[in-house]
């Protein structure tokens, strides 16, 4: 785990250098261009402000804000999970190289998601002034958040990644859990439903739930399943690591 860290540091500027050619590569053909970063996520969150408050009726006059709020690191965390499993068996024209290093590429898929959710948050910010929520001291605690969810999301991509070049229908079968997890973590309906064991065998809900603390009801996040996250996500990238160590040299040959 720690051989994997240290040489995503050694090898930063190509990181850097990928993650940048990404997220030019992503908007390059679309006419509103990276205006899609903000677009995106206002449209998911209309949706399914219509679908459940309006349509079902939620009474709770901040619901667009308060599923925005769940939905923006949701994105983040989705999107780094489908593209990463992928992110290996997909880049045959970069591991053929001598000596790429292939851990870069799903540490690539992360970084390129995590900086659309974070120049996604002025977003977020604008939408909770337009429902009157006053800007607090509390959002100076996103920083650890953020970094905690990068944390986790990078394990989960690792392992992923790492099984995905030999067992292909991996993808596919990440693709529907991701679909069906969505509706498993508090994001369209109220965290008050669940009981407290639920937030430490859903990291992601531990995570959605520590967001609408800070940015929703403006108060400090329980810290005991953030600590519980902590430790899973140390754990997926001690197993991530090590099968991403043992089978590194037979990504070439298997893509």
């Known amino acids: 785990m720690i051989k994997n860290l240290r040489e995503l540091y050694r090898y930063r500027a190509l990181l850097w250098s990928l993650t940048v050619r990404e997220l030019r590569a992503r908007y390059r053909a679309s006419v509103l261009g990276f205006l899609w970063t903000f677009l995106n996520p ?7 402000a219509l679908v459940f408050g309006v349509v079902m009726k939620n009474s ?15 994105i983040y965390f989705a999107s780094s999970v489908v593209g990463g499993t992928t992110s290996i068996s997909d880049r045959r024209d970069l591991l053929t190289k001598v000596r790429f290093p292939a851990q870069v590429l799903p540490a690539t898929v992360v970084l390129t998601n995590l ?3 974070v120049l996604s948050l002025p977003l977020l910010l604008g939408l909770g002034l337009l429902f009157d929520v006053t800007p607090s001291w509390h959002y100076v605690l996103v920083v650890p958040l953020v970094l905690l969810q990068t944390l986790f999301t990078l394990a989960v991509a690792y392992a992923l990644s790492s099984l995905n070049v030999a067992f292909r229908d991996l993808q596919h079968i990440v693709a529907n859990l991701i679909q069906l997890a969505f509706f498993g973590t ?7 439903f669940a009981p407290l064991w639920y937030f430490y065998v859903n990291p992601m809900a531990a995570l959605v739930r520590s967001y609408r603390d800070l940015f929703v009801a403006q108060q400090i996040p329980n ?3 953030l600590i519980a996250v902590a430790l899973v996500s140390l754990f997926l990238l001690f197993i991530g690591s090590t099968v991403f160590e043992r089978r590194r040299e037979e990504f070439a040959e298997l893509v």
């Open 60 to 74: 709770d006059p901040h619901y667009p804000y308060v599923i925005f709020t769940g939905l923006l690191p949701w």
């Open 42 to 48: 206002t449209l998911q969150m209309t949706v399914y």
């Open 186 to 192: 508090p994001i369209v309906w109220d965290s008050a």
């Open 115 to 117: 900086v659309n959710f």
């Open 223 to 225: 810290p005991n399943p």
